[in-house]
């Protein structure tokens, strides 16, 4: 696994409880991603960072948001968790190769369950 | 919405046969990527094949790329049972970032 460390790996909360959870990298990569992954939808795209304090959204901002404020730390919060956030949770890190972004390196994933 | 939409959902074959699976897509990319995950671990990348090349091996591997049809596959030569995973394609719209869009996924089953 390439240098990069989620935490925690399982959480239970309850609905209406804000949730942090943590994407730690020792590869000084300047991408990135958080992903979830749900039954029949594959891996969709939450939040990116392309370098400190720079953020973006993806696909599924709805209820997220994020945080970079060290190149190795990238922290996504869920600011009041509901049921349908249920999932499992992937941090993803990439880098530039030349002017070209290279392929993407999973984290363990995070499964969290709101209850 | 999912880019990338694999074919078949599962498929089950014995150890020494070839495995392939399909990728369609929707808009134009940069690249497109193939995933391996084994059940319960993270997503580990397998082959990025660009929007200017057409066929791409890696070992055991062979990918091929339309982009007329905008569509790839993914061929696995003599599978082996630690061959047996979930596969993903992903693209990547080339928007500078490399935010990927995933498809649902092959579930591969390579028996003894």
């Known amino acids: 696994d390439a240098g990069i460390t989620q935490s925690p790996r399982h959480k239970v909360t309850e609905t209406g409880t804000p949730v942090t959870l943590r994407c730690h990298q020792t590869e000084n990569h300047r991408y990135m991603y958080w992903y979830r992954q749900d039954p029949g939808h594959g891996l969709r795209l939450i939040h990116y960072?392309?370098?400190?304090?720079?953020?973006d959204k993806g696909e599924v901002s709805d209820g997220y948001s994020v945080s970079r404020s060290k190149t190795e730390d990238f922290l996504l919060t869920l600011e009041s968790a509901t049921s349908s956030q249920t999932s499992v949770y992937f941090c993803?890190?990439?880098?530039?190769?030349?002017?070209?972004?290279?392929?993407?390196?999973f984290g363990q994933g995070t499964r969290l369950t709101v209850v | 919405s999912q880019q990338g939409e694999e074919d078949p959902q599962a498929l089950s074959i014995q150890e020494g046969e070839n495995a392939t699976m399909n990728c369609s897509y929707k808009?134009?990319?940069?690249?497109l990527q193939w995933y391996r995950q084994n059940s319960g671990r993270g997503l580990v990348h397998l082959i990025l094949i660009r929007s200017n090349e057409r066929e791409k091996h890696s070992g055991r591997l062979r990918v091929t790329l339309d982009t007329s049809k905008k569509s790839s596959s993914l061929l696995i030569t003599a599978s082996r049972a630690a061959d047996t995973a979930s596969y993903f394609c992903?693209?990547?719209?080339?928007?500078?970032?490399?935010?990927?869009?995933f498809g649902k996924g092959t579930m591969l089953l390579v028996s003894p």
């Open positions: 993803a890190i990439s880098r530039l190769s030349g002017e070209e972004n290279t392929e993407a390196f």
């Open positions: 808009t134009s990319i940069n690249n």
């Open positions: 960072s392309y370098g400190v304090k720079d953020t």
């Open positions: 992903a693209t990547d719209d080339g928007s500078g970032y490399s935010t990927l869009t």
